[in-house]
């Protein structure tokens, strides 16, 4: 069964620093790595798309990069807002469709 | 588009009864997903269907569970009778191809609670 891991599961940190979150794969064998952002009581909202064959990709702030040899990916916020603070999760794309790590509960304090 | 629809936006019931959860994609959309979050197991597929067929209904957790889409604009996933442990957030999404390759997009998720 193919597992995805993020790290941290949450974080707290204070307005205007940039951060990282960081997710891992068990499979190298995947066709994309996307990430989401979950309000609390809300649904999923796609940021990012990183195909297999791409390294990273950059959404105003937010940057996501990819490193299938290692398993990993990692999503950079710049300047962080209090307006960033969500659960933040990633999902590896597969043949089997979608597996989504637990995410990372983020913080940005005022 | 008006996004993935779902409804009730909320649910409580008892033990034993039936729940219907229903789900309208984004016109245009090939793929729906039905999904289920809970603090344990975090976001688990369910099924998913292209052009209204099943393709992969391999996380059904039991035969309790049942979901249809008769229409290219809908779907419903039932449970019968439902149990306490069924309790969770379940999500539809949908995607223009297979979401291996293109953006999933979800609703705002039916929060069920069995009593």
């Known amino acids: 069964k193919q597992e995805v891991t993020q790290i941290p599961a949450a974080l707290s940190v204070p307005e205007g620093e940039n951060l990282v979150l960081n997710c891992s794969f068990t499979?190298?064998?995947?066709?994309?790595l996307q990430w989401f952002r979950q309000d609390p009581g809300k649904g999923l909202t796609s940021l990012l798309l990183?195909?297999?064959?791409?390294r990273e990709q950059t959404s105003g702030r937010l940057n996501a990069s990819l490193d299938k040899s290692s398993g990993r990916s990692t999503l950079y916020i710049a300047a962080s807002q209090p307006g960033d603070s969500a659960t933040y999760l990633c999902a590896r794309g597969g043949a089997d469709g979608l597996t989504f790590g637990k995410g990372t509960h983020l913080i940005i304090q005022p | 588009d008006a996004g993935v629809i779902q409804s009730p936006r909320h649910e409580v019931t008892e033990m034993g009864q039936e729940v219907t959860l229903r789900c309208k994609p984004i016109s245009g959309h090939d793929y729906l997903f039905w999904y289920r979050q809970t603090m344990m197991r975090g976001l688990e597929l369910l099924i998913y269907?292209?052009?209204?067929?099943?393709?992969?209904d391999s996380g059904m957790p039991e035969d309790r569970f049942s979901a249809k889409m008769p229409n290219a604009s809908f779907s419903t996933l039932k449970i019968q009778p439902s149990e306490p442990r069924d309790s969770a957030v379940y999500f539809c999404?949908?995607?223009?191809?297979?979401?291996?390759?293109?953006?999933?997009?979800f609703g705002q998720g039916t929060r069920l609670t069995v009593v």
């Open positions: 269907f292209n052009n209204n067929v099943p393709i992969d």
């Open positions: 990183i195909q297999s064959s791409q």
């Open positions: 499979d190298s064998a995947i066709y994309n």
């Open positions: 999404a949908s995607s223009f191809v297979a979401p291996m390759n293109t953006e999933a997009f």
